[in-house]
């Protein structure tokens, strides 16, 4: 076989499924498009930068294509222990920031009581969707109050942040606000988003406390395992 011939043959071939040390099992049900996206180097990240008790909930990363990616927009989500992902990813950073989004989702069961139960993330969410309304308002979207009151996600209310605003104009409406233009989506994601940004952007804690000072609390408690029942 010649040498381009055998080189061509090796890109097309890709690992179908192995472990990591930790035992994290990876599942590539469909080859990822772009050949330079490195998954083990991103699940070494992930794995490096996400404490242990961060990552007990989640036993299996599926790379591939699935239905529920065209039908809600999502790059990613997390089901019964498992974090599934799309392989059609821009960048090592894009799959990475799609995974730790997941992880966050994994805490919430075993943890919702330590994050939400005490109302305080909650309320936090509330009065700053409250703000985002204010300034929408003042710059032509008038739309009811009581359409931000929802903390649960609202396909409804996400198409009117996308598609109506637009993230772009959002970015500018929403800073000082939210932490990013997900974030006001629903109350899981300002969580998810959150705890994305709190150990994708370290340099940033010092804002993160200034502009989300309940949700901060709660991801370093969650960090350092501090009244955690772990």
């Known amino acids: 076989m010649h040498t381009e011939t055998l080189i061509e043959k090796m890109k097309q071939t890709q690992v179908s499924d192995f472990y990591t040390s930790e ?5 590539f049900k469909d080859k990822i498009t772009n050949d330079e996206v490195d998954p083990e180097k991103v699940i070494s990240k992930v794995e490096s930068i996400l404490p242990h008790h961060l990552r007990s909930e ?3 990363i599926i790379v591939g294509d699935f239905p529920e990616f065209f039908q809600n927009g999502f790059n990613a989500f997390y089901e019964g222990g498992t974090v599934h992902v799309t392989n059609e990813q821009d960048s090592n950073e894009d799959m990475f920031d799609d995974i730790i989004h997941e ?3 994994s805490l919430e069961e075993p ?5 939400y139960g005490d109302g305080k993330v909650k309320d936090e969410f509330l009065r700053k969707r409250d703000a985002l309304h204010s300034v929408l308002w003042k710059n032509g979207y008038k739309t009811p109050k009581a359409f931000f009151s929802n903390t ?3 396909k409804e209310f996400d198409l009117y942040l996308l598609q109506n605003v637009g993230y772009d104009k959002l970015q500018n409406y929403a800073a000082g606000i939210f932490l990013t233009t997900y974030a006001p989506t629903s109350l899981r994601e300002y969580f998810a988003t959150g705890f994305t940004e709190f150990f994708l952007n370290p340099d940033g804690h010092n804002y993160m406390k200034k502009v989300s000072p309940q949700l901060y609390k709660k991801l370093f408690e969650l960090y350092s395992e501090e009244g955690l029942d772990v």
């Open 152 to 154: 649960e996600y609202d």
């Open 111 to 115: 943890h919702g009581y330590h994050i």
């Open 103 to 105: 992880f966050a989702h």
């Open 23 to 27: 035992g994290l099992h990876i599942y």
């Open 58 to 60: 989640v036993e299996m």
